[in-house]
């Protein structure tokens, strides 16, 4: 669903050219892009496509939804601190039926049950208690954020069970796992990109980040045109 949302995103930005001046960290920010950009193009994308291609697709779902099914109870904790109590429960439902009918994730039942995937964070979560976003900020290695969202992160990884897992190499060899194949569904949405990369990156999260945190309900600019329909 992000995949798609990028591209929606990412023609939104085509038809309207719409770019924001509220970048203070530019200098530092452009350099940290383009050290990304290199560490991509190196070592995450050649990993990334090499993993897409020797790994069977029922084993890569498989595996995606493992990493997705993890990631429920974090999303159910943030809803029901926004006040989406309803979501929350249905996130730790969805959890809890996977981890057990769906052989630990391996299977996303609770999809075929009705039970809705959300996409909440504690970024987002700020952002409903109305903590300002700060300005944006480009991660070495993670790319595009802000202060908000950067700070969010610390709750986020510490929910992540796999943090408590004792033995270190299988925690980093987890860690890793999800990295490459969270690279891996992302595989040619760069091709989508057209103009200055740096400020289509910066506009693309900062709608996609409005987009999550008003849970799909954004104001666009096209009410005025409501009369002549």
């Known amino acids: 669903m992000k995949a798609l949302r990028f591209l929606i995103i990412s023609f ?11 970048d203070p960290l530019k200098n530092i920010n452009q350099k940290t892009h383009s050290f990304n950009n290199s560490l991509d193009d190196q070592l995450a994308s050649p990993i990334a496509k090499t993993y897409k291609s ?4 029922l084993l890569e779902l498989g595996l995606t939804n493992i990493f997705r099914n993890v990631e ?25 039926i996977n981890s057990s009918f769906g052989l630990g994730g391996l299977f996303d039942v609770a999809s075929n049950l009705g039970l809705e995937k959300h996409d909440e964070d504690f970024g ?36 992540n069970p796999f943090w408590f897992i004792e033995h270190v190499p299988t925690k980093n060899t987890i860690s890793g796992l999800n990295l490459i194949d ?3 569904r992302y595989l040619g949405l760069e091709s989508v990109v057209i103009g200055d990369e740096y400020l289509f990156y910066k506009d693309a999260y900062q709608q996609s980040r409005e987009f999550d945190i008003k849970d799909g309900k954004v104001d666009d600019d096209f009410d005025e045109f409501d009369d002549f329909n």
């Open 12 to 22: 939104l930005l085509l038809s309207t050219s719409i770019f924001s001046d509220d």
């Open 54 to 57: 020797v790994t069977p697709d």
């Open 72 to 96: 429920d109870i974090n999303i159910g904790l943030n809803n029901i601190l926004q006040g989406k109590v309803k979501d929350g429960l249905s996130d730790i439902l969805r959890f809890t």
């Open 124 to 159: 987002q979560t700020l952002a409903v208690w109305g903590v300002s976003s700060g300005p944006y900020i480009v991660l070495p290695g993670l790319g595009p954020s802000t202060m908000r969202d950067t700070l969010g992160m610390i709750p986020d990884n510490l929910l």
């Open 182 to 184: 969270t690279r891996a």
